[in-house]
């Protein structure tokens, strides 16, 4: 082998050097400086260095291009990992795992290979894909504090839809790599190994892609994907829960589960007719984009009550807290959890169920309030293909729908809607109908959607946080009061009308803000915590009122997938067939999401793993059962699921 330097390239030179200088902007340290123009010299090198293989070393290219390969999904997983993790959780990951990722990343380079027959390219491309793979959740986790998964993939447009309300930032670790990754590539155009037999070297390729694939499924059988804070990363290692995610996107069928448990299941809790009553209210439902209480995680002080009206809400009121699935994104899984009383618990973790799961006509609350004559419309004043939901709502039975086109425009925050100008639109939905009709409205607002972090010249904060300063959490403190004030107007008009009205109201879930933040109010931040600290981080406020005399309660805890019940028993409607099993479900399973449950009997979360010889084993067993009939079996429960379209 011959290696001869050409150093009259001054083209590249000239680039590397204006490279240098551009990422010397971005990093502060006088050693990263320094870093950047080193990164730049050893790009010079690789650049000037050409390299010639004897011929009887030519004989053993297929072997070069396995080692190549490999040698490039090992390069390739480290920089991923560098890039996601800081200092302290990189050693966190085991070295099985960390095999099983770079099998995971030589498996795309052998797919690469098998298309182009040649190992370079294979290696670029497949850096470059995995990479980019890595940069998105390295940003997604920025945002929302939990890791890109499959799952969100469906939900790429609605994710670009509100990306400018971000701030994008790149730290020292991301130029780094990205420094690495140039390095690499042009190592990489310098190699010289052609593969002979073009077809023998494909065929070999997929042998050893299935070999590689059949391996990393055995070892990884009962690994679990995980989304929360960075687990997925310094657990499994990023690309590995990555596919980890696609194998989860495929739901099994429970365990036990056959026609004749759910007909048991109908026998026990019978089939009902919906039939509507002239005492029927109108039914509001409002799920509010990250309305959260923030003093759950911990000793919160503010300069003023963020809330002040919500505190007082007493009379003709069920109120407390309830747990979302989610955190900080994937608003529709709380939508859905409310709507169907389904739980994420028993769908792979970081799905959507709105679309992974719907495909046509889907019982809910829609359907079943269609049935006692309600006319059914959803608002949400942002875009409708945000989350399908344009596709979504009329499966569900809604006939009417008013998205950010139907909207004036006329009170914004931030560039969003305001909770005002969609509560006008609901009071003039309520004014303009017949005075006979029935009517429930689902709505979700918009206003309070992060980022928090930039500035607005007419957004005063107003409420700030007095025992620590963060400026993205009094932004949102001041935007959580505005939906206080907007809440208490509209209460106030119906307080005021005749016919009996009923408002539910619930956030969706909690925030995500800087890190630093949660560190001070729980001790911990978002990494280490209890069973009990980490569902705080999912607690959110709700309430059920009315304009009538009703039940007055104060409930510690419950969950999404329970508030529709609650809605239907404090409206005085006979609960369907589902919403029985539901009431029955709570009295063992107070409150449940899709990290664990509450249980009545111990008085603690538990994980559902530990739920095997418990008192609610069979309860939970039998919803699971319930909600896969509901969601993937072709013979569907007509007592349980009957889908109500409104009289055809």
Known sequence: MKVKFELQRKACILT?????????????????????????AVFFLIQSVEVSVPEKVKKFNALWAALLLLFGAWVTTCMVQYLLLEQANRGRLSANRFRLNILCAFVLMLVILIITARAKISCIAGNILLLILGGINYFVYQFRGNEFSFGDVKAASTGLSVAAQYEFK?????????????CYVALMLKVNIELQHKWMARLAGLAAAIVCCSYVA????????????????????????????VRDSFVKKPEGYSAEQISGLEEQFGETKQEGSKDDPTIIVIMNESFADLSKIGPLKTNEPVTPFLDSLRENTVRGYALASVYGAKTPNSEWEFLTGNSMAFLPSGSVAYQQYLSGDTYSLVSTLKERGYKCLAMHPYFETGWSRNKVYPMMGFEEMHFISDFNKNKTLRAYITDEELYDKIIQQFEDKEEAQKLFIMSVTMQNHGGYTDFYPDLMHTIQMTNGYYSDVNQYLTIVNESDKALEKLISYFEGVDEKVEIVFFGDHQPGLNSEFYRQLNGKGLSGLSLKQLEDLFTVPFFIWTNYES?????????????????????????????RFLKELMESVPAMNSRAYYSKQYGVFRHYEDSAASPEESILRQYEMLQYNNIFDQDKSRVFFPFYSGGQ
């Open 218 to 245: 055995v070892k990884t059988e009962r690994t679990v994907t995980e989304s929360w804070e960075q687990k997925g990363t310094y657990r499994n290692g990023y690309i590995l829960n990555f596919i980890l995610s």
């Open 551 to 579: 039940e007055e309660r104060e409930v510690e805890l419950t969950s999404l997938n329970f508030l529709s019940t609650m809605a239907l028993e404090k409206a005085d409607i006979e609960l369907p067939a589902y919403n």
């Open 16 to 40: 590397g050097s204006a490279f240098a200088v551009m990422l010397s902007l971005c990093i502060t340290s006088k050693v990263n400086i320094v870093f950047a123009f080193v990164g730049s």
């Open 170 to 182: 790149l730290d020292e670790r991301a130029v780094y790599v990205i420094i690495m990754a140039i």
